[in-house]
């Protein structure tokens, strides 16, 4: 007896884990197999293992715990410590709204509060997170799963975009289906630590957001409107979306709220503002706040300087929004 569980303690550490080198057992993902009536029980915590990965582990340990004398039956449980992963939906009902520089700036004050945040850019339109995030010179490597590993920006969040798989202009012309199956690949990439996920959406509602609610729905939607009537309606449309696919809606964000002219400071509202606070209670959600119409944003933005990590034009206002979305992923307790 002893003996038959030695050899299994031997035969499973001598199975690799991909992710430390080290054997199973010495590498902490699993303790010694459970020998009884002839079957051998191992239980691996397969954390961070890519799915095509852990059914060749699999495979490596039926083989070499089958073998030993004795041994009739392998069962294998495979347990995963990992937190869920949440994935942040930011849409709006139409382009130019600035969707993608809210979703860069959530995305640098979520990580500079400590979380392990990750970016994916699914707007087909105009995929600018690579500028934003000035990473437009990195591209994403694969892992030998064939999985696409992150380009790890220099503002503490990992990103995938629509812009970096394809040239620019190119995505624009795909089907629908295509740029569903591309955004995917991007939330299935090989993310390591990363758990909390900022999808910055194409505007409206297309094949790549009905395939986002139905396979990677996500944990809440954060939509963003400039306070005009027109872009307002357009939102509710997004509003009505995500509602009859069932993701909470976070809040509204209304962007580009009263313009601060950068020679006297004073500020003036040439679109309005407050429509979308106003449109938000009357539907009943939150509103996560404003952010004004500065000039400075849009520079910052264009070279590759977000506001959230670099404290310019807007970051107050950009962390505001982020310290909320941050209560309703981890409400503070008491
Ligand atoms: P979307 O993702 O909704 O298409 P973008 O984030 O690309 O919108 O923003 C569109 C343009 O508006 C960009 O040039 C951006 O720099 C600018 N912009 C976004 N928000 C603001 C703001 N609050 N003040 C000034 N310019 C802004």
Redesign the pocket.
């Known amino acids: 007896m002893t003996d038959t569980n030695e050899q299994l303690a031997k035969a499973l550490n001598a199975v690799i884990d991909p992710q430390s080198g080290k054997g199973l057992i010495d590498s902490g993902r699993s303790s010694a197999p459970k020998f009884a009536d002839g079957a051998a029980t191992v239980i691996l915590d397969v954390t961070g293992i890519p799915e095509v990965r852990r059914e060749l582990i699999e495979v490596d340990i039926k083989r070499a715990l089958g073998a030993i004398e004795g041994v009739d039956d392998v069962r294998i449980g495979m347990t995963s410590t990992r937190k869920g992963r949440r994935l942040i939906a930011v849409g709006?009902g139409k382009?130019?709204?600035?969707?993608?520089?809210?979703s860069a700036n959530l995305a640098i004050a979520l990580a500079r509060r400590g979380m392990n945040v990750g970016i994916i850019d699914a707007?087909i339109y105009?995929p600018?997170l690579p500028r934003l995030l000035d990473a437009e010179d990195s591209k994403p490597t694969a892992n030998e799963d064939r999985q696409m590993i992150p380009v790890r920006t220099q503002y503490g969040v990992s990103m995938l975009s629509m812009g970096q798989l394809v040239k620019p202009g190119q995505a624009i012309a795909w089907r629908g289906p295509m740029a569903a199956n591309a955004m995917g690949q991007m939330i299935d990439a090989d993310w390591g630590e990363t758990d909390t996920f900022v999808l910055d959406l194409p505007?409206g509602t297309g094949d790549v957001q009905l395939t986002m609610v139905q396979k990677y729905k996500p944990t809440g939607a954060v939509i963003v409107s400039t306070p005009q009537d027109l872009a307002l309606i357009d939102a509710r449309r997004a509003i009505h979306f995500f509602e009859e696919a069932d993701v909470p809606i976070i809040g509204l964000v209304e962007?580009?709220a009263g313009y601060k002219c950068p020679e006297c400071g004073a500020v003036s509202d040439p679109f309005g503002t407050g429509g979308a606070e106003a449109a938000a209670k009357e539907m009943g959600y939150d509103f996560l706040g404003r952010?004004?119409?500065?000039?400075g944003?849009?520079t910052s933005?264009?070279e590759g300087l977000p506001p959230a990590a670099t404290g310019g034009p807007?970051a107050d206002a950009f962390n505001g929004v982020a310290g909320k979305l941050a209560d309703w992923l981890d409400p503070p307790k008491g």
Do not use: A, E, H
Request: charged content about 20%; proline content about 8%; overall charge negative.
């Open positions: 709006s382009g130019g709204v600035g969707k993608s520089t809210l707007d105009g600018s505007p962007n580009m952010i004004p119409l500065d000039i944003i849009r933005s264009d807007g």
